[in-house]
C-alpha cells in the first residue's frame, strides 16, 4: 500500500509517495536516487547502510521509512558544503583510505557521529565507533589513520 | 545535494523517480540478497500507549507483530520471506524506554536500546554487568537501534541480555488483553525463538529486585571476534561471601547459547552454596555447569568446543566476582 512520507533528508524536506513496507535504504536509493547509501548485507551487519539519524549511526536496511518522519537524515551526498569536501571526506582522499569505495559513505557518516561526539577520540575509541562498518579492502589502518588526521588538525587551529 | 528534487513536491518528485527508475534496475550480480523475499506489509500502527499495541493485536490476532527496533524481525523477515498483514510499533509509547530505580527496584522499559542500558548511570552503579553486556551487542549501529524488549522476546539462546537478567531473578511485565502480569525471567522462555508471551500480549518491562549490595556479578561473553558477532558461549555470575570463612553465600549462574534458552546452571550453584571458595570447589562447579549445558553444533562453534568453554568462563567469572569481592570495601 503507498502511503505519502515525509522525509527531511540533507536539509531538505520531501514528500514520497511510496510503499510504507519501504526501508530507508530503498527509499534514499530508489525513490530520493541518493545512491551514495549502499546496500551491502541488507541484514544489519556489514555497516554499508549506515546512514545519521538525528546525528547517529543508524543503519537504513534495518529502519522503516515511517519511522523515521521528522527526523534529520543525513547521508554522504549531505556533507559537502558549498562543493567543499567534508574534512572526513578530503581526508580518506588524501590518506589512500578509499579503495573499492563501497564502505567508504557508511564509514564516513560513523566517523562524523563519532567526532560530533568527541572532536579528540583515541585511536582505540576510533577503532570501537567503526567497529560495525565491514572493509574489505583497506585493512583498516588507513582509515582510522584518515579519522585522526582529522582530529590533529581540528585541534591545531 | 547530489539530486535536487523539488521541495515539499510530491508530483513531481514520484515523476522523477519513475524516469529515474525506468529500466535501470541493477542487481549485484554476486550477493543472493536480490533472491530473498521482500518483507511486506499492509498496515504500520505507531501506537502510544500498550493498551492501543494489545488492542490491535487482538483486532488483527495471528496477522499482526510487534516491531521494536526490527533488527531481529526484518532480518529474519528478509531470509525466511514471511510477511504479516500489519505491524505495531511500540518504540513511541511515552516512557516505555525508561530506566529507573525506584523503592529498590530497577525497571527497564522495553524499548530501552543497548546503548541506554550501557550508559545508564542506575545499571553503572546498581547491575553494572548488565550495562557491560549491553555494550558488547553486536555493533554501534545496533546498540543504537534494537530494545531490551526486543532482545528477550526474540527468545534466541544467544540473546546477551539474558544471562546477566537470569542472575539478579529479573521478573517480566507483560501487558496483554486481560490486564498484567509478571512472569519470572527463569520460566519466561520456552524454547528457541519461543516465549510465554501469547500472541496479543506484550513485554512491557523488566523488574530487577533489590540486589544484595555486598555481592558482586561478572559478565563474559566468548565470540569469534570483538564485534558483530553472537556469543559462542556467555555467562554471568552473581556471588556473595562469607568474608571471614570465604564460604559462598550467595550463587547465581546464567548461561546463554548453550542451551534451547538462556539457563540458570542451578546444579552447580546448589553445589557451591555454603562451601568455602577455593580452587576446587570453584573448578568443581563449573564441570558441573558443564554437564548442564546442552550446546548444540552450528558453523560457528562445536558442541564440545562449546561445552569445554562453559567450564572455562564459569570458572573465570567465579574468580572475576571473587577478585571484585576482595577489592570492596565493606
Ligand atoms: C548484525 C547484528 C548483530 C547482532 N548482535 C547481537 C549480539 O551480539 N547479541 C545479541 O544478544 N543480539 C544481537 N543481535 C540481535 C538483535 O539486535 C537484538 O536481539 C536486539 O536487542 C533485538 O531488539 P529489536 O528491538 O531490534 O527486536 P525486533 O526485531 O523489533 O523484535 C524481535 C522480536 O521480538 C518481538 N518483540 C519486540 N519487542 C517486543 C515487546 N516489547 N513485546 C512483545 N514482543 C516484542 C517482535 O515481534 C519480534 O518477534 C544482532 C543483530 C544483528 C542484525
Known sequence: ?157 | MGVGWPRNDVSQAVLKRKTFQKGKVMRDPVSKSHLWKKPCWEKYFRVKTPGEAVQILEELQGESRVIAGGTDLLARMRQEGFGVKALVDITCIPGLGEIRSEDGLIRLGAVATPKDLSQSSVLREKAFCLAQAASQIGTPQIRNLGTLGGNLCNASPAADLAPPLLIFEAKAKIAGGKGEREVPLDSFFTGPGQTVLNPSEILKEIIIPELRLDASATFLKLGRRKAADLALVSVAVLLAMDRKERTCQLIRIGLGSVAPTPIRAKQAEAFLIGRRLDDRSIQEAAQSAMRESQPISDVRASSQYRREMVGVMVERAIRKCLEQLEGKDV
Do not use: W
Not at chain 1, 515525509?6 to 514520497?16: A, P
Open chain 1, 1 to 157: 500500500m503507498k502511503r505519502i512520507l515525509k522525509l527531511h533528508v540533507n536539509g531538505e524536506d520531501f514528500e514520497i509517495l511510496t510503499e510504507i513496507h519501504k526501508t530507508l535504504l530503498e527509499v534514499l536509493r530508489e525513490d530520493l536516487g541518493l545512491t551514495g547509501t549502499k546496500r551491502g548485507c541488507d541484514l544489519g551487519t556489514c555497516g554499508a547502510c549506515t546512514v545519521l539519524i538525528d546525528g547517529k549511526p543508524h543503519l537504513s536496511c534495518l529502519t522503516l521509512t515511517a519511522d523515521v518522519q521528522g527526523k534529520k537524515i543525513t547521508t554522504i551526498e549531505g556533507l559537502a558544503q558549498d562543493g567543499q569536501l567534508h574534512p572526513l571526506q578530503k581526508a580518506f582522499a588524501e590518506k589512500g583510505a578509499i579503495q573499492c569505495g563501497f564502505c567508504t559513505p557508511g564509514m564516513i557518516l560513523t566517523a562524523k557521529a563519532l567526532l560530533d561526539e568527541d572532536p579528540h577520540p583515541s585511536e582505540e575509541k576510533v577503532k570501537k565507533a567503526i567497529s560495525g562498518n565491514l572493509c574489505r579492502c583497506t585493512g583498516y589502518v588507513k582509515i582510522v589513520d584518515a579519522i585522526l588526521s582529522v582530529t590533529d588538525k581540528s585541534s591545531e587551529s
